[in-house]
């Protein structure tokens, strides 16, 4: 989903990086509070993992290739606020060092792949959260449905930033309607890997799991000494 | 804690390691919705010509060890932007408690 430079015109460009600069300063703020101690090695580790998994391109139908996002899984993980950041210095390192992601884009790859992701991935895995036991599984089950959900969101969210300000000017309908056929797919290889990782983090250290803090140990049957 | 870190660390590595090399290749999903539906007017990254460009090593000419060290460069080097920013948003935040 990185946006290369020359897809938005200056003004839409310019929009995305003010409003993603103001959301990563509200992040910055919040952040403390979901981490305290652990916060930098825990986020560093968090976006470090992040960028590996961005690098591991898998098919989907019509000849197109997806990767995840990760705003779900590193809201899941490290909480939404330090999650965003993770995303965004991933998108940094990203468009600097290895030329992913326009520099002129780059407010905008924040918004798509850092803000959004990250916020819906976190409102909808509460909201499953809700709706099912407390329990170590029911966190894997609602990171899974969270990052799969985040995927088309942000595809329509491109679509509607691309209607307002797109290079080209195309039907909105025909813009949503391709991006999210494509990035339905791409939502389950997102969920799959997202509950692959959560899973094994919860089966192994569940104390590091900032979506997981209120489920109560005793729910494990035995717990972790 | 540290034990934790260091083996995360290290299945990351191995991803890029082992696993990168062998992604698909295919555009992604806006790459080839924009080459379909006729908006593909995405110019030349500024940043091109850099040593990492396009997840490559300069001068590493065997593409799945390039694409390799580059992921594991990539990773460190997140780990340490990372890691690095958020310690500079706690110290600036205790400070202003």
């Known amino acids: 989903m990185h946006v290369p430079d020359g897809f938005f015109d200056g003004a839409t460009s310019a929009g995305g990086a003010v409003v993603s600069a103001g959301a990563l300063a509200v992040a910055a703020r919040r952040a403390t509070d979901e981490l305290g101690e652990r916060l930098a090695p825990l986020a560093g580790l968090v976006a470090a993992f992040i960028f590996a998994l961005q690098m591991l391109n898998f098919p989907v139908v019509g000849g197109a290739s997806g990767h995840l996002l990760g705003g779900a899984l590193a809201a899941v993980l490290v909480g939404p606020w330090t999650a965003m950041l993770c995303v965004a210095v991933v998108l940094g390192v990203q468009a600097v060092l290895f030329a992913d992601g326009g520099l002129s884009a780059y407010g905008i790859n924040v918004l798509l792949i850092a803000i959004v992701p990250a916020a819906v991935g976190w409102v909808i895995f509460r909201i499953v959260r809700r709706l099912l036991p407390s329990t170590d599984p029911a966190v894997v089950t609602a990171s899974g449905i969270a990052a799969f959900v985040s995927v088309p969101v942000a595809a329509a969210v491109f679509s509607v930033m691309y209607a307002i300000g797109g290079a080209v000017n195309l039907s909105f309908g025909a813009v949503l309607a391709a991006m999210i056929g494509t990035h339905v797919f791409i939502g389950i290889g997102e969920a799959l890997i997202t509950g692959a990782v959560v899973g094994a983090v919860m089966a192994t250290r569940p104390d590091l799991v900032y979506g997981a803090r209120d489920v109560e140990p005793t729910s494990r049957g035995l717990v972790n000494a | ?97």
């Open chain 2, 1 to 97: 804690m540290k034990r934790a870190l260091l083996v995360a660390l290290l299945v990351g590595v191995a991803l890029v390691v082992f696993v990168a090399p062998h992604a698909s290749s295919s555009p992604d999903g806006l790459g080839k919705v924009s080459a379909d539906e006729g908006f593909d007017t995405g110019t030349a990254h500024d940043l091109a010509d850099g040593p990492l460009a396009d997840y490559s090593v300069d001068g590493v000419d065997n593409e799945g060890m390039s694409t390799a060290l580059a992921g594991t460069l990539g990773v460190l080097v997140t780990f340490a932007i990372g890691a690095g920013a958020f310690l500079l948003i706690r110290t600036a935040r205790t400070r202003h408690e």
